[in-house]
């Protein structure tokens, strides 16, 4: 569904966020992308979201060279980016000016993250979790067969967090998206991916990955999450550790 | 909006009689306070010979002008027209101002063309153009009314232009993604989020146009507020030119809270710090 291939980004500043990328995500499939901050994760969700142009190499979604944004990609930020002046309602159904009239699939967004009986509220009424709950709604209501979302839930507590997730799952279930999620949070890559992407290095690249072969609903508690949590943290802090290492010598 | 909110904590009863009682005193009349103790004291000045009633009249005797010259119809008819003046200037220069500030704050080419040459123009005390005003535009209404357009033009154009440029580059984003040409852009995005900012501008031209207007009619008028000024000054009645600065001050404050009042109705979503709410 997502596939790129040799891609490399460089700033106007000159900084090398990504070189010579190689990804490939399968329809309906769930990757994570975990690694420090400054890695450049982000930069990759950006390029197939057509926010940026890679300097070189091609991203393409669902067989078509990315050239800009799509309404087939769905994004969700790391802020909610809620328009302060509009409903929850208004705010959701902002995606859908083309075919404006759909009521029921505004409704059904909105009902999908639980937030019917906000539906009128504005975003300064909203607590954070309901924001950002607010946000995948906005980005759902069209059903974009591919959703990006870049760190959606760092901003929020642990409980709201956890909610948020299972919430996600639920939206996953529902028809199936393509979801490429960013994230610095080890535990909410294992809950959610099939498969984690450790992201390192400067200029960031893949260090390596890790099939999540666990059944749903994963179960923090459970020991074969644990050492999944051990592999994906080993392998972390060797990238991590790699990076240090390079800038020290 | 009116909501409160610092709230005496509960925990504390001897803290609640002081807060109820600040409550009773109405916001307005704490406004009253101040100018009913100076109208009080100059009244008294006036009364006991301290003050010169020749040069400074008293506020009774203002009173009484003001409501000769209302009984007469004059009032309403200066009124009226210095009134006209200021609101087609102020629509006038609004226009042009909100057109060229959406352009230059949405695209930096259309920017670095005109702000230039509008920053330089923006030095010019407006008032030294009056004489070529006259001389184009003739001593009648056109040349008054394009005096206070340029006046209202500047801070509004200026206020707009900068809060379309600074608008959350987060949000455009989103407009991005949902594919938002350049026009569903400033409607949908760019113009809700400056309005807050836009309204600011707004008062501070209308502002503006009522100092110009009183320029303007200076100059070769017969009607008007600002002719009322002059004419108190060449004929001697001290009482007359504070009539009208009263009338002025009245005609400018009701204007400004009634786009403020209008303003408030779009902008009832902002989050912002009130001064209410820290009181």
Not at chain 1, 113 to 133: D, H, Q, T, W, Y
Not at chain 1, 147 to 175: G, I
Not at chain 1, 205 to 227: A, G, K, N, Y
């Amino acid at each position: 569904m997502i596939e790129m291939h040799q891609v490399s980004k460089r700033f106007d500043t000159g900084l090398l966020a990504v070189s010579d990328l190689d990804l490939e995500v399968e329809a309906s499939e769930i990757v994570a992308v975990i690694g420090p901050s400054g890695c450049g994760k982000s930069t990759v969700l950006r390029l197939i979201a057509g926010l940026d142009v890679p300097t070189t190499g091609s991203v393409s979604v669902a067989g078509h060279e990315v050239r800009g944004p799509d309404p087939s990609v769905g994004v969700v930020f790391q802020e909610p980016r809620l328009m302060p002046w509009l409903s929850v309602e208004r705010n959701v159904s902002f995606g859908l000016a083309r075919h404006e009239g759909d009521q029921s699939l505004v409704a059904e967004a909105i009902e999908r993250v639980g937030l019917s009986a906000f539906a009128g509220a504005l975003p300064k009424e909203l607590s954070g979790g309901m924001a950002s709950r607010t946000a995948i709604a906005r980005a759902l209501v069209t059903k974009p067969p591919v959703l990006l979302l870049d760190e959606p839930f760092s901003s929020l507590d642990a409980f709201t967090r956890v909610d948020l997730q299972e919430h996600l799952l639920e939206v996953w279930s529902w028809y199936r998206p393509t979801m490429f999620l960013v994230t610095h949070d080890i535990d909410e890559a294992l809950v959610l991916a099939d498969r984690v992407v450790v992201f390192g290095g400067r200029p960031g690249s893949i260090q390596t990955e890790v099939i999540v072969d666990l059944p749903r609903p994963r179960d923090r508690t459970d020991r074969s999450f644990h050492s999944f949590q051990d592999l994906a943290m080993g392998e972390l802090r060797r990238s991590s550790g790699e990076r240090f290492a390079s800038r020290v010598s | 909006m009116t909501r409160l909110a610092v709230d005496t904590p509960a925990l504390r009863p001897d803290a609640l009689a002081p807060s109820r009682r600040r409550r009773r005193v109405p916001r307005w009349a704490l406004g009253l306070v101040f100018p009913v103790v100076v109208g009080v004291s100059w009244e008294i000045g006036a009364i006991s010979g301290a003050i010169s009633t020749r040069l400074i009249p008293a506020p009774s005797e203002i009173a009484r002008t003001l409501a000769v010259l209302a009984s007469d119809g004059d009032l309403l008819g200066h009124s009226l027209t210095t009134t006209f003046r200021v609101l087609a200037g102020f629509v006038l220069g609004a226009t042009v101002a909100t057109v060229l500030g959406a352009a230059t704050g949405v695209s930096e080419r259309f920017c670095a063309v005109f702000d230039p040459t509008l920053q330089a123009l923006r030095n010019i005390p407006s008032i030294a153009w009056t004489p070529l005003f006259i001389l184009w535009f003739g001593i009648f209404e056109t040349s008054k009314v394009l005096m206070i357009a340029l006046g209202v033009f500047f801070p509004v154009y200026l206020t707009f232009s900068g809060a379309i440029a600074s608008v959350d580059r987060r949000l455009v984003e989103v407009g991005r993604i949902y594919g938002l040409g350049t026009t569903t852009l400033i409607r949908r995005i760019l113009l809700p989020a400056s309005l807050p900012t836009y309204l600011i501008g707004l008062r501070n031209g209308l502002g503006l146009g009522w100092m110009f207007v009183v320029a303007a009619e200076f100059l070769g008028a017969s009607q008007g507020l600002g002719y009322l000024l002059v004419d108190g000054q060449q004929t001697g009645r001290p009482a007359v030119i504070i009539s009208s600065i009263v009338m002025f001050a009245l005609l400018g404050r009701v204007t400004d809270r009634l786009l403020a009042w209008g303003g408030a109705r779009f902008t009832g979503w902002e989050d912002g710090f009130t001064r209410r709410a820290v009181a």
